[in-house]
């Protein structure tokens, strides 16, 4: 089945600690995004990629950083950097020439 | 500055009753808007609007879109306790030479008594 996959679904993080958060798609989608939710809150932007080798920056990416060497994978690293981690992340694709976004099934990152 | 603003931010009802959310917007460069809904992860897509005026449905659930007076409605009828989760609205805009953006709003949560 195609779709997004988001592991691990539940992540702690000890203070000064890189964490890394997977996400693969097997859709083909050229673009793929990160996003922050915090309770009560709607999704805020970390970074996307439109495309293989290339990444920009979102509303809020102060303290995370991204690679994407291939086209089915766009890892996010929440560094020591960022002071305030606790929060559930989602990743997302989207097809060429389409708005609509599909979503993976996120990550709750902790702070221990 | 763009922003999209979603009302009730949360709402409870019973079993049966219908509801409407609602989602304003002030967006350049407008070219869709999307509902999506979210009940514990992944939020899950339930319609894109681009013309005024047009309902679209499926099963109990409809939307509209309002493109002169900036907003849109997604209508539950007849409303079960699965329906309960937060309800995203979000608008796309395109801008030349720019990288497509998506604008979330905070979400409405909706919660059926049974």
């Known amino acids: 089945d195609g779709g997004i996959t988001q592991s691990p679904k539940y992540l702690f993080r000890k203070e000064g600690q890189n964490v890394t958060l997977s996400c693969e798609q097997n859709l083909n989608h050229d673009a793929m995004y990160w996003y922050r939710q915090d309770p009560g809150q709607g999704l805020r932007l970390i970074y996307y990629s439109q495309i293989v080798n290339d990444f920009q920056k979102g509303d809020i990416a102060e303290g995370y950083s991204v690679s994407r060497e291939k086209k089915e994978s766009f890892p996010l690293t929440v560094t020591s950097a960022q002071k305030n981690p606790t929060a559930f992340y989602l990743c997302a694709s989207r097809p060429e020439l389409n708005e609509k976004l599909f979503f993976g099934s996120g990550t709750q990152l902790s702070v221990l | 500055e763009d922003k999209v603003v979603q009302s009730p931010l949360s709402l409870v009802v019973h079993e049966g009753d219908t509801v409407t959310l609602n989602c304003s917007y002030e967006v350049t460069n407008f070219r869709s808007l999307l509902w999506y809904k979210q009940e514990k992860k992944a939020p899950t897509f339930l319609f894109m609007l681009?013309?005024s005026g047009i309902e679209k449905k499926s099963g109990r659930l409809s939307s509209i879109l309002d493109k002169k007076e900036l907003f849109s409605i997604l209508n539950i009828t007849a409303t079960q306790t699965g329906d309960s989760a937060v309800y995203l609205c979000?608008?796309?805009?395109?801008?030349?030479?720019?990288?497509?953006?998506?604008?979330w709003g905070a979400g409405t949560k909706l919660i059926i008594k049974p």
């Open positions: 979000a608008v796309a805009s395109f801008e030349v030479d720019s990288n497509y953006q998506l604008i």
């Open positions: 681009t013309s």
